[in-house]
T-cell receptor
Framework: GNSVTQMEGPVTLSEEAFLTINCTYT??????LFWYVQYPGEGLQLLLK?????DKGSNKGFEATYRKETTSFHLEKGSVQVSDSAVYFC?????????????FGDGTTLTVKP | DAGVTQSPTHLIKTRGQQVTLRCSPK?????VSWYQQALGQGPQFIFQ???????QRGNFPDRFSGHQFPNYSSELNVNALLLGDSALYLC??????????????FGSGTQLSVL
């Protein structure tokens, strides 16, 4: 079955540091890949997505590239801010079935200190 | 435009009891998916409702059941509660049965504690 493995946290960085959160996946077919962010007390929000190999998703300074050869979708940001502190989830869905049924990683907690 | 709303926000039950959680989808959405998020883990797919029918189901026992109403709102019912059912229950809405994730909108969840 499908699965997503994320880098274990928590991750603590200083403001303006470079961020990488690793994500690898196992799936049949050609899944779509996503990063979600969850701020304290809030629901998940879609951060970015990529639907085919070599696609790069980007939003709010975050980027991730769909690497089929390494089955990876690592999240990066060049300069983090305190407001980026949140839990980040990598997820996949198989469009051939139904994208409402998504598989999530266990999340990585990011804390950015001033 | 209201997003996905869930009620109640918190709930405390005892083992063996039954619970009903409610979700109103985002305006214009007709599909509701339910997820269970245990502490420190990612959301796990429970099931999805479209046109008042269960369309897909994850690996959850029959104690978990649901319903969708003509106005697209949905309920999640859990019978014979176990301690392990303690979790954050998330509702996500979308449009259509082959929605892509960019159309998935999540509510803030219902925190269920089973004592």
């Amino acid at each position: 079955g499908n699965s997503v493995t994320q880098m274990e946290g928590p991750v603590t960085l200083s403001e303006e540091a470079f961020l990488t959160i690793n994500c690898t996946y196992t799936a049949t077919g050609y899944p779509s890949l996503f990063w979600y962010v969850q701020y304290p007390g809030e629901g998940l929000q879609l951060l970015l997505k990529a639907t085919k190999a070599d696609d790069k998703g980007s939003n709010k300074g975050f980027e991730a590239t769909y690497r089929k050869e390494t089955t990876s979708f690592h999240l990066e940001k060049g300069s983090v801010q305190v407001s980026d502190s949140a839990v980040y989830f990598c997820a996949l869905s198989d469009p051939s079935t139904n994208a409402g049924k998504s598989t999530f990683g266990d999340g990585t907690t990011l804390t950015v200190k001033p | 435009d209201a997003g996905v709303t869930q009620s109640p926000t918190h709930l405390i039950k005892t083992r063996g009891q039954q619970v009903t959680l409610r979700c109103s989808p985002k305006s214009g959405h007709d599909t509701v998916s339910w997820y269970q998020q245990a502490l420190g883990q990612g959301p796990q797919f429970i099931f999805q409702y479209y046109e008042e029918e269960e369309r897909q189901r994850g690996n959850f026992p029959d104690r978990f059941s649901g319903h969708q109403f003509p106005n697209y709102s949905s309920e999640l019912n859990v019978n014979a509660l176990l301690l392990g059912d303690s979790a954050l229950y998330l509702c996500a809405s979308s449009w259509g049965t082959v929605a892509t994730n960019e159309k998935l909108f999540f509510g803030s969840g219902t925190q269920l504690s089973v004592l």
